[in-house]
């Protein structure tokens, strides 16, 4: 594939053959001057339910539409220390109910996960039913430190007044939630930035982490980000080849993007990528967006987040 941001030149502090690979990130990160990377957006599951989520992706769902070969099918332990080889010092875990009734099953799994790799972010997640509220305000208290839900998996309406709790308890909180709110890579009946920009009307201050940057509504996230004191982007897939190919950035925005610096969140999607995960990076430093945006977007904003 070409490069989609003709004329972008690779970061200074990048590896001299621009073909970064895993084993190079640790190397790239220490001539960046950071420790490490701090990665809002991974996926663990129950393996049963994580076998389910590949075996959708080998078949090219409705909501994927395309080839989509899975890079990391490996256990949990190995993805883990491949992580950890590659520098990825905090991460999450990121669970998401599709129905009701299985987010408590998601969120025990995720909580043993949590005590078992002490480097990932206590994780959760919530869908629109009567008890809602209660479970996640009990797993507010017991210490988790990031919630994710999935409009388009979901297939639910963010402005259910069975959320309402939800919202206001991690407002109250401020305990971030990564939203999948976006379009892509296919549209469903709530996906967009018109229901969940009523949710952030109603509640301003929520801590919401916009998955895949609203990927294809890239300008509606973007103003919500710039209009709302507490939304953040995540960097999810976007800028990579793959992404590129179908729904690309709007390169006429990347002055905002570098303008939201602050609020700009390393996300991957591992181990869930058709590429390799140092792909994630690559696109982000040909950017060209300078050293220092990398810094806060690759560690210093994850940390001053969450580890603050």
């Known amino acids: 594939m070409t490069d989609p941001l003709p004329g972008a030149a690779l970061s200074d502090a990048a590896l001299s053959d621009a073909a970064l690979s895993d084993d190079g990130l640790p190397e790239f990160c220490a001539r960046l001057g950071i420790p490490g990377l701090f990665d809002a957006h991974v996926h ?42 590659m520098g990825v010092l905090r991460f999450s875990a990121l669970p998401y109910a599709h129905k009701p009734g299985i987010a408590e099953f ?32 009990a797993r507010i208290d017991a210490g988790t430190e990031i919630f994710k839900t999935h409009i388009q998996v979901g297939e639910f309406d963010p402005t259910d007044p069975m959320l309402d709790e939800v919202w206001g308890a991690l407002t109250d909180s401020q305990t971030p939630v990564v939203v999948h709110a976006g379009s892509g890579p296919a549209p469903g009946r709530f996906t967009g930035p018109e229901l969940i920009g009523r949710v952030l009307a109603a509640f ?3 801590p919401m982490i916009v998955a895949h940057m609203g990927v294809p509504e890239y300008g509606a996230f973007l103003d919500f980000a710039e209009r709302y004191p507490n939304v953040r982007l995540d960097t999810t897939m976007v800028f990579t080849d793959f992404t590129e190919e179908t729904t690309p950035f ?10 939201l610096q602050p609020r700009v969140l390393l996300g991957s999607d591992f181990p869930n990528i058709p590429y390799a995960y140092a792909h994630q990076v690559e696109a982000l430093a040909r950017l060209d967006l300078g050293d220092d945006w990398l810094r806060d977007v690759l560690w210093r904003n994850g940390l001053a987040l969450f580890d603050a």
């Open 250 to 259: 709007p390169t006429d925005d990347l002055g905002r993007l570098k303008d």
């Open 106 to 137: 998601l969120n025990d799994w995720a909580a043993d996960f949590a005590d078992t790799y002490g480097n990932a972010l206590r994780s959760a997640t919530f869908y629109p039913e009567p008890e809602a509220g209660a479970y996640v305000r």
């Open 44 to 85: 663990f599951l129950p393996p049963r339910v994580m076998q389910k989520v590949w075996s959708y992706f080998d078949a090219a769902g409705p909501l994927t539409g395309r080839e989509w070969p899975i890079t990391y099918r490996w256990s949990d332990g190995e993805r883990v220390a491949h992580l950890e080889r």
């Open 204 to 206: 301003p201050t929520l």
